[in-house]
């Protein structure tokens, strides 16, 4: 019942920046912590930004500095952007949240949204 689309996977240049939503829906009470995941082929998936309904945002090294984690709690979604894209950013990005209905917390994922940095 409870599904995140992700949207805003592209091709990008070295260097250019996109921004991917990811918007939760179905029969939500509250939504904790969201995050941004990714996986590039033959490797695992790496958690990229997370961030809390009231915490502090937290960040790969990988991606400090360039990316940024938001959201919009009204609209149930999580927005990262992705400024001064390298190749080595091309994956997949998963969207990651935990969500309360029925009065317990479960964890969900998006489908991913393909993310490819070439010139």
């Known amino acids: 019942q409870v599904q995140l689309m992700e949207s805003g996977g592209d091709l990008v240049q070295p260097g250019g920046s996109l921004r991917l939503s990811c918007a939760a829906s179905?029969?939500?009470?509250?939504?904790?912590?969201m995050a941004w995941y990714r996986q590039a082929p033959g490797k695992e998936r790496e958690l990229v930004a997370r961030?809390?309904?009231?915490?502090?945002?937290d960040y790969s090294n990988s991606v400090k500095g360039r990316f940024t984690i938001t959201r919009d709690n009204a609209k149930n979604t999580v927005y990262l952007q992705m400024n001064s894209l390298k190749p080595e950013d091309t994956a997949d990005y998963y969207c990651?949240?935990?969500?309360?209905?029925?009065?317990?917390?479960?964890?969900?994922w998006g489908q991913g949204t393909q993310v490819t940095v070439s010139s």
């Open positions: 961030i809390p309904r009231g915490g502090t945002t």
């Open positions: 179905g029969s939500i009470f509250s939504i904790s912590a």
């Open positions: 990651n949240a935990w969500i309360s209905r029925e009065g317990r917390a479960m964890n969900y």
